[in-house]
């Protein structure tokens, strides 16, 4: 029986009982809200932190590649100059240096798979990317309910690709065809008759084209396409007349179409070695002087017999007679990076042409006697290789260049040059007399060695040109002595010879000296020196021109 005032209630006890429960499901969601809001945190913490990590290590990269492309200048260490420059960039941005780890920079390049562009580790002179990679723990967890510890490592990786590049070339060879040697000489080197007229009121010389138009004008897919696939003298040489635009100077493509329309089409060339264009990048727009491409083009469209051309002169003072002009060796211009290859040399090097020029002439007459002499002169390669680039920054708004020219020690003198290895000419008859008297000369000295010097080049590009050495006329008439010159008499009769004819021939052996000296300095002034100058060639002289530098910002492909 229930009693009024007992303080038992059914409903109040059901009350406290929803109470207890509600309390336990809240402490329970409290506990899980807890630990979802710690996750949540937890994995944002570890988004950002890998997210700030990428960038340390894109930064780091980017910082790398420069140092790895030659923009900062040519290193004995590339790889060590890339570790060196990383490091410098955890630094600058605040993160530890213990997130580089052993081999955590890779010197490699950049290649297409299936499309996909990716890096592949290449230490060579082909390598033009730095991968990156950073590794740091993974930050200790806010609510460490399933574990307490840091969770592991955390890595990232960044490859970043920068290769500035140069076009210069050494000499201008074959500049303007409207000087009478270029104008014969052309024609030769693509192998055409003498009906062919490239002479005209303009010429080459100015005149540049992108290696990106080129590749445009010659239908190919990249400029790398281009460089690689063999092609014939006159479909480049078509491809130069389109890429050239239509302000060019009507002499220019004029002179092409002769060439290019009577070339010969059974040779063919690899526009890379044309250019000298070094395996491991290149750049759209490098700029390419079209006299030294026609140049090198023609002598590589002539394969092995290169050039072999006897040309007729005349010499006030000193009569008619030929000029001969014989190539051994290309010259090339070249576009590349400033870098170097195993043996430390420049892998970007242009060069003038070697070769021979010869002028055979009748000089007057000595003692009653005609006179002829033939006097050569060995064309000594000059050469120019890229030795630094140093690219813009702030306080110097344009990248600065170092090419590392030299012309060699040329041979100059009186005789017949059969091989141009071989330094000692050999005597060639400057007189004759009765009974099969002959005299016999040479003479033989060495000019115009300069050394290496290194030429700096403030943009922008092109720059003014920079010669090392003199002027090949000059230095010709100025280099011979009487005393060069060696004079022999020689003959079969000579032992039976009367006393007279014998004294004649001694005082005519005398007289000939300076006479010969003489005409090989006004020979070489007038006829030898200024055809090395047409020609492009090197007679201890340089004329180094660089056309551009191609410096785009260093580039992230692939992490």
Known sequence: MLRRGSGFSPTMSSRSRQRGASAVFVAISMVASMAALGMALDLGRLYFTHRDLQLLADMAALDAARARGGCMGQTEDPAGAAAGEAAASLQRNGASLSYLTAGAVEIGREERVGGVRTFVADNSTRADSVRITLRRPIPAKLVPIFSAGPGGTMSVTAAATMRPIVSFDVGSTLANVSSPIPGQVLPSLFGLGGGVDVLGPGGLVGATVTLGDLALAANAGSVQDFLD??????????????????????????????????????????????????????????????????GALGEAANGDNLLNLTLPINVPLLGGGELGLRLVELARPAIGPAAVDASGNPLTSANTAQGVVTASLNVGRVLDSDVNVKVFAQLAAASGGVASLQCSQRGRPHPTVTIDAQTSAIQFGIGEISDVRLGDPQAVTVARLPAGIELKAKMIVSLGSNGEQALRFDGPFPAPPQTIGADPSDMLANGVRDSDVEVEVVGEGLASAPAELINRAELLKNALRPALAAAARRIGHDVIGPALSALGGSLGDATVTVHSVSVDQPLIYAR
């Open 229 to 294: 696939t063999e092609t014939t003298a006159p479909a480049l040489l078509n491809a130069i007349a389109d890429a050239l635009g239509a302000t060019t100077d009507a002499a220019v493509k004029t002179t092409l179409a002769a060439l290019a329309n009577g070339g010969e089409t059974s040779h063919t060339v690899l526009p890379r070695e044309v250019l000298g264009v070094p395996a491991g990048g290149t750049a759209d727009d490098a700029i390419i002087s079209v006299s030294s491409l026609v």
